[in-house]
């Protein structure tokens, strides 16, 4: 099956291609198909993750598969969440968007800087799909006071697994997509696909 990735995110893009190998899909990438971003204007992260899937599916008229996800930290009551891409502002800026969290926590004890990154990721068979398949997931961890690692994207370099001892952005691809809040939504959603077949694929 063709089935569009409904990101323009290129971290996120390479993470969902290389955790999906091995399925029988055949996946695109929405730009190398003409399709643009589109607002997410969305109050939760499933409703932002329907209306890029349906997007991607109304331009191309193919199944379309779109995440969405974000940091979610205890101390800052669930921010920057939602907002999590764009909390410094627009554009899209990582490092500026590290600075301003750790900003906002400076002072918070240790123990109070618990945090976590939610995913959920769904797959419309088509627009207007009555029955998505929606899949979550979520990665707890810490914030810790200053960036450690040159892996990944995003607040990897902020995000403590203390499992491990490393922050996401000091892990191997392979630890990470072993473990993320991405991961655990992608495993339900094979899982999902395999219950669905052949309806579903």
């Known amino acids: 099956m063709k089935l569009v990735l409904a990101s323009g ?18 996946i695109v990438p929405q730009r190398e198909l003409g399709v643009d971003d589109v607002p997410e204007t969305g109050l939760t992260f499933v409703e932002n993750a329907l209306i890029k899937a349906r997007h991607a599916c109304s331009v191309t008229g193919l199944p379309a598969l779109a995440d969405d996800s974000g940091l979610i930290v205890d101390a800052l009551d669930g921010a920057p969440g939602l907002y999590s891409a764009r909390y410094a502002g627009s554009p899209t800026d990582d490092a500026a968007n590290n600075a301003k969290l750790l900003d906002a926590l400076r002072g918070v004890p240790a123990e109070r800087r618990g945090a976590r990154f939610y995913a959920v990721i769904v797959l419309l068979r088509h627009a207007n799909d009555p029955q998505p398949l929606v899949c979550e997931g979520s990665w707890e961890g810490r914030i810790i006071e200053a960036p450690r690692g040159s892996n990944g994207f995003g607040y990897n370099p902020v995000f403590l697994d203390e499992a491990l001892g490393l922050t996401a952005a000091e892990m191997q691809p392979e630890q990470k997509n072993g473990r ?15 219950l669905a077949r052949p309806a579903t694929v």
Do not use: F
């Open 9 to 26: 995110n290129a971290g996120k893009l390479k993470e969902l291609q290389d955790m999906l190998a091995g399925l029988p899909l055949q």
């Open 180 to 194: 993320s809040h991405r991961a655990k939504a992608l495993l339900r959603l094979r899982q999902q696909l395999a």
